[in-house]
């Protein structure tokens, strides 16, 4: 069975520093993995996905995640948060056909 | 990129009546569209799953009766809250999976809808 765990259920930082958020999943076999955001009371919008390409990966607004097998990780990272940061990140984990797994969210605040 | 259109985006009803919510795909085909249910600080629950042309596969603990979901073509889904009651208030969001993101399991999600139940 597949699963994810999001390890921090909030992560504030202070705009211009650096962002963590971080992902541990539990597959069997070589997942999909995707980090969504979510803005108050809004749908969910695609920041990034891994599909067994490249490890590192970019993804839009300047955030970038790693997969690392050995670790089990995909944790998000950007270099300098931004105020329109500031929403609810979700760490998501998937097998083709097979039914996304949502982890359950990290709040990102963002102080100036 | 692909877009999904969810509509309304608030709905306010009395308890007892139903309420219809569409999800439509804009700029492409659907095979799969999935309802979740979102409570205030908490992560998704897939409510069902609906292919085009079929029924509704429903999660443990969803009332089918209640949840009514049509998947009619491959741009549009409709999920029908029947004889809605207070504890129905909730985020509902719809998702879709393109044809060309099967194999990656890449979902698009709507913008969302509140329903608030009187």
Redesign the interface.
């Known amino acids: 069975a597949q699963s994810v765990t999001q390890l921090d259920s909030h992560v504030s930082v202070s705009e211009g520093t650096p962002v963590l958020l971080r992902c541990n999943y539990s597959s069997s076999y070589s997942p999909s993995l995707f980090w969504y955001v979510q803005h108050p009371n809004k749908g969910l919008q695609l920041l990034l996905k891994y599909t067994s390409a490249a490890t590192l990966v970019k993804g839009i607004n300047g955030f970038e995640a790693e997969f690392k097998k050995s670790e089990t990780s995909f944790h998000l990272t950007k270099p300098s948060a931004h105020m329109s940061d500031a929403a609810e990140y979700f760490c998501v984990v998937s097998l083709g056909f097979q039914k996304l797994v949502f982890g359950t969210g990290t709040r990102l605040l963002v102080s100036p | 990129g692909a877009v999904?259109s969810?509509h309304p985006s608030w709905v306010i009803c009395k308890s007892g009546t139903s309420v219809k919510i569409e999800c439509r795909s804009l700029d492409f085909q659907a095979t799969t569209m999935?309802w979740y249910r979102q409570f205030p600080?908490?992560?998704?629950m897939?409510m069902a799953?609906s292919n085009e042309g079929s029924k509704a596969t429903y999660e443990q603990g969803v009332e089918k009766d209640k949840f009514l979901i049509n998947h009619a073509s491959l741009t549009l889904s409709t999920l029908t809250v029947t004889s809605a009651h207070p504890e129905d208030s909730s985020?509902y969001?719809c998702?879709a999976r393109a044809r060309l993101a099967?194999?990656?399991?890449?979902?698009?999600?709507?913008?969302?809808s509140?329903l608030t139940v009187l």
């Open positions: 999904v969810q999935f600080k908490q992560s998704l897939l799953t985020f969001i998702s099967v194999n990656t399991g890449e979902l698009f999600f709507g913008e969302g509140r």
